[in-house]
DNA sequence: TCGTGTGAAGACGTTCACAGCT
DNA sequence: AGCTGTGAACGTCTTCACACGA
């Protein structure tokens, strides 16, 4: 069997789509799914799909398949989804505000409890139920409120700043839209997401198909 | 010698990196840069940045470094990034809409030449100079102006089938944002940005961090 | 001596293929 | 027969280490 203790990025990426997939089949009422089924739906090799659910040990029945149920609750406890992660987000410019309206992560199990900002008077409030505070009450509310979470999105040039702020505020995970390497800590996780580069890449392999080609840059 | 025609996602998007450092540099007035340097700038190995830059042709003096301007000028070549290529967006919801007020896209050479909504008269414009229309006149601009990318900005349940409207009028690439895995044929190239999977990710790795532990799960 | 260019080694990730359970 | 679980093969990406040019 598989050990426990290494679980690679990719790993949990994909066990996050499968989780997806299997809430929309328990909403369908199915009981049961074959790795290839399943593969299917989350666009993977079902040799993949079931070594990476070879992590959860052993849960699948030979002939059969898996309990849609079981395999789901499976994935929430190894992904810590029992409840409710509190994130904060800091930078309530155009793609923050739209990260606030965003329902997609409280979907996935985060909720968004506090949003900062450097002007935090000259954000547009519309649509948005989360409070929007000045960056200077950051430290302190990460510090009351324990929360380990955050996304940034301000502009390049503070990047870096606001991320050291995190980091000595106590927050150990960030996920950045900022189109910047960030320097942190070790004991810090930082995942990037750079709108732009993304589609560059898309770009690239766009312009390469001279004749009709394969090709399927994915999210790694 | 390396060869030309098989260069990788990961390499394009590091290649993309490396271009955003040598700006600054240029900018700043500095005419050459060792592998070392730049690789700490964007957050690699110094070997893997020279491994990438060999798919450029030999380009660096031994025992000098490369010459800054000649370097940005090849990335750029390989990139296609010589002139402004023009882009689509469908959905202007939240993210949407944010998107389209997003200038990192046009910094990176891409410019969104038109929006495209199920409701256009929803749409809320403050701060939006790009025209949305309804998505009923998509297939006939992408034809007209040969448009090849698009953004994807809709709602999950209306993914597949606005994708596959995007297909047909001919669009080449798509990079989207909703959480769906997207069916499209092979000449077609999908990247999938999942905020919520990203988020999920840093999280898990949070979590893991009984005692300050060492991770840093990237963008592929 | 400094720093590139690159073969070779190593780490990592994916897919195959088949034994074994139902 | 059908489908899981998994070693082994394969492929890809990263890093090392060193020869070689400036």
Known sequence: MVKKGEISGKTIYRLSIYHRCLRRLEENKIETVSSSTLAKAAGVNPAQLRKDLGYLGTLGTRGLGYQVLELS??????????????????????????????????????????????????????????PVHDVDEMPDFVAKNKVKLAVLAVPAAQAQEVSNDLVDAGIQGILSFSPTVLQVPDSVTVNSVDLALELEQVSFFVKKDSQGNTSEPVQG
Chains 1, 2 share one sequence.
């Open 73 to 130: 609750e499976a994935i929430r406890e190894v992904l810590g989804r029992e409840n409710l992660q509190p994130v904060i987000l800091v930078g309530v410019g155009n793609l923050g505000a739209a990260l606030l309206r965003y329902d997609g992560f409280k979907k996935e199990g985060f909720e968004v409890i506090s949003a900062f900002d450097a002007v935090p008077e000259t954000v547009v409030l519309r649509g948005i139920d989360v």
